[in-house]
T-cell receptor
Framework: IAGITQAPTSQILAAGRRMTLRCTQD?????MYWYRQDLGLGLRLIHY???????GKGEVPDGYSVSRANTDDFPLTLASAVPSQTSVYFC????????????FGPGTRLTVL | GQNIDQPTEMTATEGAIVQINCTYQ??????LFWYQQHAGEAPTFLSYNVLDGLEEKGRFSSFLSRSKGYSYLLLKELQMKDSASYLCAVLDSNYQLIWGAGTKLIIKP
């Protein structure tokens, strides 16, 4: 592994189903982030984690939850998917917070029907 | 509220120069980033400005004026592979990145 990986690459999901998007980084970065990207809008922060064991809410956290049990993994869970959660989801990481470059995973394209 | 403005789309000719502007209004400022994003791919880092002035990196340069809430990305000697979206993002007072919607740059031969 080099950098950040995300799984699955794409997924079609029925409304009401539970779904976990996986994210793993091998750069030993402290901070990790989940964004969603929708057409015509900028990337929007869902949740973030400054370091293993801590998480925080971003701009659009409702309907999503995260955990950070260790440095490498930062899964995003949709407890009960709704069509408005159809989006491309990007996981990112950075060494720290202040001015550090964020490195992005390849993204997961999620469609909720 | 927080706002990042950039043009939706620009067209330029191969070999030419293009300037992509970004204006911002945010709660605090801890730096401005430019990222490149090819269609269907992840954003990749281009530049970071925290002080006023011009930062040059090969064919790409980025300028910042904090007093005007303004930045631009200058791309020289355009190549077809530069066709992509260019994202402006500001690190706010909470050290969260606020992203613009991106500028789609179309390069014509």
């Amino acid at each position: 592994i080099a950098g950040i990986t995300q799984a699955p690459t794409s997924q079609i999901l029925a409304a009401g189903r539970r779904m976990t998007l996986r994210c793993t980084q091998d750069m030993r970065h402290n901070a990790m982030y989940w964004y969603r990207q929708d057409l015509g809008l900028g990337l929007r922060l869902i949740h973030y984690s400054n370091t293993a064991g801590t998480t925080g809410k971003g701009e659009v956290p409702d309907g999503y939850s995260v955990s950070r049990a260790n440095t490498d993994d930062f899964p995003l869970t949709l407890a009960s998917a709704v069509p408005s959660q159809t989006s491309v989801y990007f996981c990112a990481s950075s060494e720290g917070l202040a001015g550090d470059t964020q490195y992005f995973g390849p993204g997961t394209r999620l469609t909720v029907l | 509220g927080q706002n990042i403005d950039q043009p939706t789309e620009m067209t330029a000719t191969e070999g030419a120069i293009v300037q992509i502007n970004c204006t911002y209004q945010t709660s605090g400022f801890n730096g401005l980033f430019w990222y490149q994003q090819h269609a269907g791919e992840a954003p990749t880092f281009l530049s970071y400005n925290v002080l006023d002035g011009l930062e040059e990196k090969g064919r790409f340069s980025s300028f910042l004026s904090r007093s005007k809430g303004y930045s631009y990305l200058l791309l020289k000697e355009l190549q077809m592979k530069d066709s992509a979206s260019y994202l402006c993002a500001v690190l706010d007072s909470n050290y969260q990145l606020i992203w613009g919607a991106g500028t789609k740059l179309i390069i014509k031969p």
